[in-house]
């Protein structure tokens, strides 16, 4: 087992992987990878008389709240939540499978919202995991070291807000910016327990820039890998490289020892292209999220 080293992110990550099964809400590899937004959210930890951590909440503005915790403490943080925001629409985000927050929720007020969701999808992987197969020329590896910049602006193109717009369905302009990711917050990403850069697989174009990407997180406790996020560089796109990088970092992370990996692609019918790329590799359906807004 890997110990992370003490701050309010590990030990937030820690309540998580405590408690985690597949129905769970978040993965550490999830609060990693949001971490580099952490300063800018108002985040409150309640501790048990261990000094652990039991319970989180993490507010995004103007009043989103994000959370984790035991069905004792669920009265606690809602409370706080609303003392914290006062008069204003809140909204609170709860997988499905959830009974205890939602029935605390609906008590509170809140309905459910018909807003996109993320539908997490589970693949064992005990059983037959394919090979991944890449067009001629095109090589898959883990990124290299001194490799941050070229690993930053791989995910940038995969991101960028024209070609998200595209994909969705119907397509939608969402302008010329660019991603957030830049090397530095890529670098913060890749510092933060549990990052492994042997998780970390980049696609290789004949070229030699970087044509895709997929990130993986191993909780050595929960024998569970989390692919978070995949992306492919859309002058390379449809020719197999997501399935294909993806599948490549399914091995490294059975590999590491994980026997269950989650992906967490939007399930709404507005962006249905990664959750129709990770079917094809064998994830299925298993919870989701609902907004709730009061
Ligand atoms: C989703 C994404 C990674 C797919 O990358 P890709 O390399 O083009 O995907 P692949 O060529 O491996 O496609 C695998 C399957 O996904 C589906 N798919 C991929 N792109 C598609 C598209 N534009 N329209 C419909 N289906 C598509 C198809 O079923 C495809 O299989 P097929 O080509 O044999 O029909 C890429 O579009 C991307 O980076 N999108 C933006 C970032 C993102 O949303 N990442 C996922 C976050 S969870």
Same mark, same amino acid.
């Given at each position: 087992m890997t110990t992370p080293p003490d701050s309010d992110l590990t030990a937030m990550q820690r309540a998580v992987q405590r408690t985690w099964? *597949?129905?769970?809400?978040?993965h550490i590899g999830d609060l990693a990878w949001q971490s580099p937004s952490l300063p800018d959210r108002t985040v409150k930890l309640w501790r048990g008389s261990d000094g652990e951590v039991e319970a989180w909440a993490r507010l995004t503005a103007p009043a989103h709240l994000d959370m984790h915790a035991p069905p004792e403490l669920l009265p606690a943080v809602l409370d706080w939540f609303h003392a914290t925001t006062g008069e204003v629409e809140q909204t609170v985000t709860a997988m499905n499978s959830d009974a205890e927050l939602i029935a605390a929720l609906r008590a509170a007020g809140y309905q459910e919202a018909a807003e996109p969701f993320f539908q997490h999808c589970v693949r064992d992987l005990d059983g037959h995991l394919p090979k991944p197969v890449l067009p001629s020329g095109y090589r898959v590896r883990t990124v290299e070291p001194g490799e941050l910049a070229a690993r930053a602006a791989v995910h940038r193109a995969a991101w960028r807000p024209k070609w998200i717009g595209s994909l969705q369905v119907p397509p939608v302009?969402? #302008?010329?910016g660019e991603s957030g990711m830049t090397t530095e917050r890529y670098a913060k990403i890749a510092d933060t327990? *549990? %990052?492994r850069r042997d998780l970390d697989l980049v696609v290789e174009a004949p070229d030699g820039t970087l044509a895709a990407s997929a990130l993986g997180w191993y909780d050595d406790v929960n024998q569970s890998a989390l692919l978070e996020p995949v992306g492919t560089d859309p002058h390379h796109a449809r020719r197999g490289l997501g399935a294909a990088v993806s599948l490549a970092c399914l091995h490294a992370m059975r590999d590491a020892g994980a026997t269950l990996a989650v992906v967490c692609p939007r #399930?709404?019918?507005? %962006?249905p292209v990664p959750r129709t790329l990770y079917h094809r590799i064998g994830f299925r359906d298993a919870g989701r999220t609902v907004a709730y807004r009061r």
């Open positions: 099964t *597949p129905d769970s809400h978040w302009d969402l #302008g010329d327990w *549990p %990052y #399930g709404d019918d507005a %962006y």
